[in-house]
């Protein structure tokens, strides 16, 4: 009887090996090589196509690579495009978590899409670093073009000739230093970009360009830049930038804003009759009666003001926003 149940113990793990060598043989095969690779799935570990076709999801999906890609010169991407709800939905991506050695071709498949000139679509991602290039690529819409992580860091695009996509901006700021305002800003990644155009107001409104400072083309690398106002106006000064693209194609930043004084404002006379004079251009000057309503409002004064067809009484002038006020007595 103890002999029998050795002999049934033994079979067993002799099955139970065999059966265990299989699976890990076709693990390996799929994992090295497959002439067909479909559908949404996770694939654990790395993963070599030397040859056949992989294409995620059906119309469209995305598969999953937890560790290292590798495609062969012989090996196909089948991506298809079908709307722009997103990877997985709207078109085909292939998301690996470590590092891509390219080659081998890209085969755009339209499911549907119409292309449109505005529209991009990340096709691949990776985790770590990406190596080569797909050596040939079909399907692509005309006037279309790839990118391979340049525009946006660890992801592989093709996009349209319309699409925007000039800089990443990451901050803008300005700050006081002594008598002057510094603008400072900070790039993350810049594409096709010429220059920007650094614009001043008084108003917020109604800009006009300082200066032209020469971007940096096309780069994955962080960029700083600074440019120094050396004649602010008195008051509040504001600013945004202009990005221009070297096909011409331009965006704007946000506004920022810092006041600025050299000199304490005033005016003569008062009490006053006819007008007021200031000791130096202002931006913005408002005047209230006792009770707080607007009276008189100019801007981009040179020194003076008429005052003629006001009534006698006592009003209160402010200058710049609250940067100076003052009471004044009009006879």
């Known amino acids: 009887m103890k002999r029998k149940i050795n002999l049934i113990a033994l079979i067993t ?14 693990n390996s095969e799929e994992h090295t090589h497959a002439t067909t690779i479909c559908g949404n799935k996770t694939i654990d570990g790395d993963f070599v196509l030397n040859d056949g076709r992989i ?47 390219l080659d081998g071709v890209l085969n755009i498949s339209l499911d549907g899409y119409i292309p449109d000139n505005a529209d991009q679509f990340e096709i691949l991602k990776y985790g770590t670093s990406l190596t080569g290039t797909f050596s040939s690529i079909t399907g692509l819409p005309a006037g279309w073009q790839i990118d391979y992580g340049v525009l946006a860091p660890n992801v592989v695009t093709i996009y349209g000739p319309g699409s925007v996509l000039p800089v990443e901006l990451l901050n803008f700021t300005v700050r006081k230093q002594k008598e002057t305002l510094v603008l400072f800003w900070q790039t993350t990644s810049e594409f096709n970009s010429d220059y920007f155009n650094i614009e001043h107001s008084r108003n917020g409104k109604d800009f006009f360009t300082l200066e032209r400072i020469q971007a940096q083309g096309t780069t994955s690398v962080a960029h700083d830049y600074s440019y120094q106002h050396l004649k602010p106006v008195n008051g509040i000064n504001y600013y945004r930038l202009k990005q221009v693209d070297f096909d011409g194609k331009s965006i704007y930043s946000n506004i920022v804003s810092a006041a600025h004084r050299n000199e304490e ?23 209230y009666d006792f009770l707080g309503r607007e009276i008189l409002r100019k801007e981009n004064v040179n020194t003076t003001i008429d005052l003629s067809k006001m009534e006698s009484g006592i009003y209160q002038v402010d200058v710049n926003q609250g940067e100076y006020k003052e009471r004044l007595v009009l006879k």
């Not at 690579?65 to 010169?73: E, H, L, R, S, V």
């Not at 085909?92 to 891509?100: A, F, L, M, N, P």
């Not at 404002?265 to 005047?287: D, E, R, T």
């Open 13 to 26: 793990s002799a099955a139970l090996f065999m059966l265990w060598s299989n699976l890990s043989t076709e």
């Open 55 to 101: 294409s995620p999801g059906f119309s469209p999906g995305k598969i999953t690579i937890d560790g290292n890609f590798t495609m062969g010169g012989s090996a196909t991407y089948t991506c298809e495009l079908k709307d722009l709800t997103g990877a997985g939905t709207g078109h085909d991506q292939i998301d690996v978590t470590g590092s891509i050695a």
């Open 265 to 287: 404002f005033s005016f003569y006379p008062n009490p006053a009759s006819q007008s007021i004079h200031f000791n130096q251009p202002v931006a913005l000057v408002v005047i």
